[in-house]
């Protein structure tokens, strides 16, 4: 998939990460991470965002995560929303996800 | 997004009594509904506001959670609704004022500090991001070095202003002329520029650059552009003027500022008390010109804009350069006039 513009999702709740993505074409993936648990986590999550770019196919993108300690699962889902949202995509590959 | 037992809304502006509810609040909060303010969103337990967040378009302000309801992270939860809302506006970067005491918590939600005044600080939602805007001036190496600048709104190119680019072009090597870039005044800013442009285009040491977000614009210094109402807010041209004087200056070689002196706009005389306050000690001496007398006495643009409603010819052509003459004189011109005009007459 191909990010065309800037994508938003999740919140500053607590358990919740606010993803931003943007195009970075040609440049690869730029992923920015600030977490509350980032000594904890973070190459955990690091780990998660990645395979859920290769799931969806991200080649170039510029990441940036403002954790406040949301499990694999919700930072998945948040990343795949705000993807899409920057792909300006409407037609989702729900089989490759699942 | 999960919202706790409060009730999230946002404030209908055009409704007085929900205006008047978050004024109180802010009030209570040691906080002013600035007239700038577009959007705010609260939380509410019943039908009382207990955390709010507001925006004048890419600035966040009056963020504020009523003490007994502090320690649930009701800021966070404002805050997301706010930078929802931003992306949804598409702003491309977000700007924050607020307490300096608040400095650590909005550091946690992402933003970093630009500009302080006592009481007060500016934070950006990226890390000197100011550096990317002076990176985009592409101003060559042979235009750096010592040098003085003006900031101007030039609303419109005035004799007035030429005279003190004039001046300063006499008596330094290289000068730098900010435009503020807001389309808040009635000659959009394109027509400003072009109107500086040819009443400078004899002037080779002159740089003219656009202001943008940090010189002069409704994040670093909001009261400027709500003039009308006559609220002097001090700390908003110390954060101007600290931005100026510790980002952009040393950057650029800037050793002077320029300025004309302001004997009428009470906001802009504060802004130059200030200035001379304030950037002396950060090595930047201000030179202050009087302003140029013309027939009529002191040129300034609020009159040569009285003069084009009126359509004054005879009086314009004395207070403005033939560049602008012309541009006033024209169609496009003639309708700024006619708005003017209309403003004034609605005033009365």
């Known amino acids: ?98 | 997004m999960f919202t706790g037992q409060y009730d999230v809304k946002t404030i209908n502006f055009g409704r007085e009594t929900e205006k008047a509810d978050l004024r109180e609040f802010l009030a209570g909060e040691d906080l002013s509904l600035d007239g700038d303010i577009d959007y705010a969103v609260c939380l509410f337990e019943g039908d009382r506001i207990i955390a709010s967040g507001c925006a004048a378009s890419n600035v966040l302000k009056c963020i504020a959670v009523a003490a007994p309801y502090q320690g649930q992270q009701l800021t966070n939860r404002i805050m997301s609704l706010l930078r929802i809302r931003a992306y949804h506006e598409g702003f491309p970067g977000l700007f924050l004022f607020t307490k300096d005491i608040n400095e650590a918590v909005f550091r946690d939600l992402g933003f970093f500090p630009l500009a302080r005044a006592p009481g007060v600080i500016l934070m950006e939602d990226k890390e000197e991001g100011w550096r990317r805007y002076l990176e985009e001036l592409n101003i060559p190496e042979g235009e750096r070095g010592t040098s003085a600048a003006l900031v101007m709104n030039c609303n419109p190119f005035t004799l007035g202003h030429r005279y003190l680019v004039e001046m300063a072009c006499r008596e330094n090597d290289r000068v730098h002329l900010f435009l503020v870039k807001e389309n808040l005044s009635v000659f959009p800013y394109d027509v400003r520029l072009k109107l500086v442009r040819e009443g400078t285009a004899d002037l080779d040491n002159l740089s003219i650059h656009e202001g943008r977000d940090y010189i002069i614009s409704h994040a670093t210094f909001p009261t400027y552009f709500i003039k009308e109402k006559k609220v002097i807010n001090e700390s908003h041209a110390r954060i101007d003027l600290d931005i100026f004087s510790r980002l952009i200056a040393p950057e650029l070689g800037i050793v002077r500022r320029y300025v004309g002196e302001e004997p009428y706009c009470p906001v802009t005389s504060l802004y130059n008390r200030i200035m001379e306050e304030m950037l002396p000690g950060r090595g930047i001496e201000v030179v202050t010109i009087p302003r140029k007398e013309a027939a009529g006495g002191a040129v300034s643009a609020t009159k040569v804009r009285k003069a084009l409603a009126e359509e004054d010819w005879d009086t314009l052509e004395g207070w403005v350069p033939p560049t602008t003459l012309r541009f006033l004189q024209s169609e496009d011109g003639r309708r700024i006039g006619n708005l003017i005009r209309k403003h004034q007459e609605e005033s009365e």
């Open chain 1, 1 to 98: 998939m191909k990010i065309v513009k800037t994508g938003m999702a999740g919140s500053l709740e607590s358990s919740d990460v606010l993803i931003t993505v943007d195009s970075n074409a040609g440049k690869g993936r730029e992923i920015d991470l600030d977490s509350i648990v980032q000594r904890q986590y973070g190459k955990q999550i690091l780990k998660v965002v990645n395979n859920t770019l290769d799931l969806l196919s991200v080649e170039d993108i510029k990441v940036r995560l403002e954790d406040k300690g949301a499990l694999d699962c919700t930072i998945r889902a948040r990343l795949e929303a705000a993807v899409y949202r920057a792909a300006g995509s409407k037609t989702y590959p729900w089989e490759k996800l699942s």
